[in-house]
């Protein structure tokens, strides 16, 4: 069995006016994988993924990366631990109006000083990496185009070169197809697969539909009002899992 690269512990999060997000949830993640988490909007897929990179604070309980405890770490370390954590995005995130080649570069900012950062001086081997890196998605054509040129599934691509640019251990993909449609869902997720597969680079990914989870998960894990309800393989989930995770009334969307 693979070791474990992130270990979620009794993680808790309240929002301001009481919202509990997230209600103790424990989690082992184990190198290699490609876990989904699914579940109803507002069942806390995105608070727990947010809250794995402190881009959401825990109220309480601990996320450990390789033994690091991230949510203790102080702001430079916190720095150095998300150099290995890249991050896919809902809605993309790119600077709409930059090029697709600066938007991806962006995802070396953590490995080069602020004043680089800012001036966008990067090495000539980051370039190449980064048209390495678009190329691996499918776009290099697509490099010195504006970001807003493109469609929504070429953007998101974009946001998965960008992720690369880390040299990252660990994806965190949040929500990253609900802009999507269907063929266009699988051809982004098809792309966070060969890197899993290809590049053994552990995947966690929110998924909103069922029948993309069952195709693309090694392991499912279900929230419900922000608690963990299921921790298992695709194929367990059937129509009396299905209705506990979804409610009665949800439509059964790739269940046999």
């Given at each position: 069995m693979n070791g474990a690269v992130l270990e979620i512990r009794n993680l808790?999060?309240?929002?301001?006016?009481?919202?509990?997000?997230?209600?103790?949830?424990?989690?082992?993640?184990?190198?290699?994988?490609?876990?989904?988490?699914?579940?109803?909007?507002?069942?806390?897929?995105?608070?727990?993924?947010?809250?794995?990179?402190?881009?959401?604070?825990?109220?309480s309980g601990q996320v450990l990366y390789n033994g690091y405890d991230i949510t203790a770490a102080p702001p430079e370390e916190l720095r150095r631990i998300r150099r290995k954590i890249g991050m896919v995005f809902q809605h993309f995130n790119l600077v709409t109006r930059s090029t697709v080649l600066t938007n991806v570069l962006s995802g070396r900012l953590g490995y080069v000083s602020n004043l680089a950062g800012v001036m966008h001086r990067f090495s000539a081997d980051d370039l190449a990496l980064a048209m390495r890196n678009l190329e691996r998605v499918g776009i290099a054509e697509k490099a010195y185009a504006r970001a807003n040129e493109l469609s929504g599934g070429q953007q998101q691509r974009v946001g998965i070169a960008r992720a690369l640019m880390q040299e990252p251990e660990l994806m965190l993909a949040d929500e990253p197809v609900s802009a999507l449609d269907p063929a266009t869902s699988h051809s982004v997720l098809r792309y966070l697969e060969l890197v899993n597969r290809e590049d053994g680079i552990t995947v966690m990914c929110n998924l909103h539909f069922l029948d993309l989870a069952r195709r693309y998960a090694t392991r499912i894990v279900a929230l419900?009002?922000?608690?963990?309800?299921?921790?298992?393989?695709?194929?367990?989930?059937d129509r009396d899992r299905f209705r506990e995770i979804y409610g009665q009334e949800a439509e059964e969307v790739g269940v046999d």
């Open positions: 808790t999060k309240v929002y301001e006016g009481g919202v509990l997000a997230l209600d103790d949830v424990s989690l082992t993640v184990r190198d290699g994988e490609f876990l989904v988490i699914i579940g109803l909007s507002g069942s806390g897929k995105s608070t727990l993924m947010r809250c794995i990179n402190r881009l959401v604070e825990p109220t419900k009002a922000g608690r963990l309800i299921f921790d298992g393989q695709p194929g367990e989930i």
